[in-house]
Nanobody, 129 residues
Framework: QLQLRESGGASVQAGGSLTLSCEIS????????IAWFRQAPGKEREGLSCVSLIDDSIYYLDSIKARFTSSRDVAKNTVNLQMHGLKPEDTSTYYC??????????????????????WGQGTQVIVSS
């Protein structure tokens, strides 16, 4: 079974930076893409970025692509999300999720919650103005 654990959430001032990390572990590391989502209170969970292990595609939601960068550390089995120029509207709980079946279309469009079968517990980011 795959386990995902997010870390790096914190409270920061607007304009600041944070790096979130998603550590992937388990007896069987069969996964094909890692996506980052966020969910603010009272709002839908929103797909932000996706890294495909099939063809190394990386996708970013348009509204964050100038400020957020996702990268994979193969040696540490982690996927990071670097966030710069944080805004109060970035305040959310951030989740990483793993795609558990093969597809050559991973990370070509906005990741959808229902496509990802394994999730972390989330890490909270609070951005104050």
């Amino acid at each position: 079974q795959l386990q995902l654990r997010e870390s790096g959430g914190a409270s920061v001032q607007a304009g600041g930076s944070l790096t979130l990390s998603c550590e992937i572990s388990g007896d069987s590391l069969d996964y094909y893409a890692i996506a980052w989502f966020r969910q603010a209170p009272g709002k839908e969970r929103e797909g932000l970025s996706c890294v495909s292990l099939i063809d190394d595609s990386i996708y970013y939601l348009d509204s964050i692509k100038a400020r957020f960068t996702s990268s994979r550390d193969v040696a540490k089995n982690t996927v990071n999300l670097q966030m710069h120029g944080l805004k109060p509207e970035d305040t959310s709980t951030y989740y990483c999720a793993a795609a558990l079946y093969w597809s050559d279309s991973w990370c070509k469009e906005t990741p959808q919650r229902n496509d990802f079968g394994s999730w972390g517990q989330g890490t909270q980011v609070i951005v104050s103005s």
